[in-house]
């Protein structure tokens, strides 16, 4: 045996070659974590705007929890149908491990649900209005509220948790999906106040997004930052096309249009970019492993 | 594919029969998997020791693997970079022989030979050549981590530790998330086309219940891949690479026998006599997990920030 000397000029073997495998999370994945924001993200958003301003903001949130509860049966349905055996959806509830971000997520998320729900039904139903209805929907949305950031936060520690490329050094992935929830829950509700005509309402959210987004786009500096190394691996101008699609169009030109005044069409059309940005994003984060192996 | 593999398809596991003399019910598909055994009386911990010196590549453990865990064949294309023609470990190959060839990169270091200078290889000279390459190999399998990253993953409980502390993926359980092959930092674990479930070795866990050795340990005509007692077979290793040193082998080494800063020790562990990333494996293999509270905190300081900007626009905002 001649170990040594024969290292120097001799080929590196599996040197060259990716380690880790990328599990097999797709576009309908990017959904479900698009879905999981805009539900949670819109609970949130519409819980502390009725907790913080309840006369300002209470007829935009009788539309806003039963979106919230849609969008949850959609991320729902994503959920389900990308495990490899969807019929054995349930086996995730039959053991809860806190080491496990997908088993704390899928907890939070049945939890949230119960509490979508109540919140959905309390503001559906026709109950005669009263003091009673409204702490009743005040402790729903207010329990809620822990639930539904927490079904908001796993997403990106799920992700940062693994040994995937991109992925793994991204310490503030979690951070930064979690800020972008936020976003899309602001986004929903400016959607929402203007579609239904509460401009005092759509004037303060308009405030609220721009702040939302200036913080979000820090966060994602900082994770950008972190995984530098590996974003210089991808290619270029995939890479270019992401960022003008993400941050181009779904953040800083809502920034300008809504720096620009408040008009009922544009604060639509920033809603709607910004929605549009955060699933493009997301969408990039979910392929990223793919394209780095 | 032969017909005998697409069968395999539609053979049911364990979790998905229906109660005996019963028909398929649905209430039995939900319940049983909230059904609990009773655990195991824990055992003396076992593992490989798989010495890469003395492989010789004869793939005999792959084979024993498939023949014993009634694998399908994954079609035996060749990879076009060695002769190696089962490409890596899946979800149908639990034991993948590794060919590394080092060979000088540049044609003119190569020995003379008969398509070189026209003349007739003589056998004589043969052992008078020195060779200017060499092969390295491998039988690569399941690391079964001490603390692994794909136990710690799974959301339904279908990995755990055995009684051996092996790492073992319970069929009727796994229900395809594949969270488990993202966290594998040795890209081991691979979800199946066919059923959609994890599968991985399982260090023939119904073998060892029954006092054998796993399959590819019993084929291996080298006894490169050793089972035992995981004390008995670091010490066994650690000999074999005094043993190496003092045979001039100075770059032998074990690797994966005992923990580092941010990984446990593992159940499988390599004599390697070059770097890890050579063999595919990591350099500095980091558990992902020693990242999730401080991935968490920031999250949650992320979501504080937020929500306190929305209030102090809301309470202090014109309208």
Redesign the interface.
């Known amino acids: 045996m001649q170990a040594d000397s024969h290292v120097q000029a001799t080929s590196s073997g599996y040197a060259e070659r990716p380690v880790t495998k990328p599990p097999n999370w797709h576009a309908l994945v990017a959904w479900d974590t698009t879905f999981n924001g805009m539900s949670t993200g819109l609970f949130v958003v519409a819980s502390v705007c009725e907790l913080a301003k309840p006369e300002l903001f209470t007829p935009v949130v009788t539309l806003a929890y039963p979106a919230a509860l849609l969008l949850l049966f959609a991320d729902l349905t994503c959920l389900v149908l990308d495990l490899g055996d969807p019929l054995r959806f349930h086996h995730m509830l039959r053991v809860f491990k806190a080491s496990s971000p997908m088993s704390l997520g899928v907890w939070c998320i049945t939890i949230f649900s119960l509490f979508a729900t109540a919140a959905a039904l309390l503001t559906l139903l026709p109950i005669p209005d009263g003091p009673g209805l409204q702490w009743a929907r005040r402790l729903v949305i207010g329990i809620g509220l822990v639930p539904a950031l927490l079904a908001a936060i796993y997403k990106g520690v799920l992700f940062s948790t693994t040994s995937q490329p991109l992925w793994k050094d991204a310490r503030w992935l979690g951070g930064y999906l979690t800020a972008s929830t936020l976003v899309l829950g602001c986004a929903e509700m400016l959607l929402l106040a203007t579609l239904s005509g509460y401009p005092e309402a759509a004037d303060l959210l308009r405030y609220a997004l721009i702040v939302l987004v200036l913080l979000c786009l820090l966060t994602l500096a900082l994770f950008c930052w972190e995984v530098r190394r590996d974003l210089a691996r991808l290619n270029r101008a995939k890479l270019f096309r992401a960022g003008l699609l993400s941050i181009g169009l779904g953040a800083l030109l809502p920034l300008c249009l809504l720096c620009a005044g408040s008009y009922a069409s544009l604060e639509s059309c920033t809603a709607v970019l910004v929605l549009l940005g955060g699933f493009v994003m997301r969408l990039e984060i979910v392929r990223a492993p793919h394209a780095l192996t | 594919m032969a017909t005998a593999e697409t069968r395999l398809a539609d053979v049911p596991q364990t979790g998905d029969m229906p109660p005996a003399g019963g028909s398929p019910s649905l209430l039995h598909?939900?319940l049983n998997?909230?059904r609990r055994g009773v655990p195991a009386a824990p055992q003396r911990a076992t593992g490989f020791y798989t010495d890469t010196?003395v492989c010789i590549g004869c793939k005999a453990c792959e084979v024993a693997c498939k023949q014993w865990n009634q694998l399908p064949a994954d079609g035996l294309e060749w990879t076009g970079n060695s002769y190696d023609n089962t490409g890596a470990l899946s979800a149908t190959s639990w034991r993948h022989v590794?060919f590394?060839?080092?060979?000088?990169?540049?044609d003119s270091?190569a020995p003379h030979g008969p398509e070189r200078d026209g003349t007739r290889l003589s056998l004589d000279l043969l052992p008078d050549v020195p060779?200017?390459?060499?092969w390295?190999m491998m039988s690569d399998v399941c690391k079964h981590c001490a603390t692994a990253?794909c136990q710690?993953?799974?959301?339904?409980?279908?990995l755990l530790h055995t009684e051996f502390t092996n790492v073992y993926i319970q069929p009727d359980?796994?229900?395809?998330?594949?969270?488990c092959?993202?966290?594998?930092?040795?890209?081991v674990?691979?979800?199946?086309s066919f059923?959609?479930?994890?599968h991985k070795c399982t260090l023939c866990y119904d073998r060892q219940r029954d006092g054998l050795v796993p399959a590819c340990a019993k084929a291996c005509p080298t006894q490169s891949i050793q089972f035992g007692p995981l004390d008995e077979l670091r010490h066994r290793a650690q000999q074999r690479v005094d043993e190496?040193h003092q045979?001039?082998?100075?770059?032998?080494y074990l690797y994966g026998e005992r923990p580092t800063a941010q990984y446990s020790p593992l159940h499988s562990f390599y004599l390697l006599?070059?770097?890890p990333?050579?063999?595919?494996?990591?350099e500095n293999p980091?558990n992902?997990?020693v990242?999730?509270l401080?991935?968490?905190a920031?999250?949650?300081?992320?979501?504080f920030?937020?929500?306190a900007?929305?209030?102090?626009?809301?309470?202090l905002?014109?309208?």
């Not at chain 2, 900007?309 to 309470?315: D, E, M, N, P, T």
């Open positions: 598909r939900l998997p909230f010196t590794k590394i060839e080092q060979f000088p990169l540049d270091a060779t200017p390459g060499r390295l990253p710690q993953a799974c959301p339904t409980g279908a359980i796994c229900n395809g998330c594949a969270y092959i993202a966290s594998c930092p040795f890209g674990i691979t979800r199946a059923d959609g479930h994890a190496l045979r001039g082998v100075s770059s032998a006599i070059d770097s990333s050579v063999y595919g494996l990591p980091v992902p997990w990242h999730m401080g991935d968490y920031r999250s949650v300081v992320s979501a920030v937020m929500i900007a929305l209030l102090v626009v809301l309470f905002g014109s309208p």
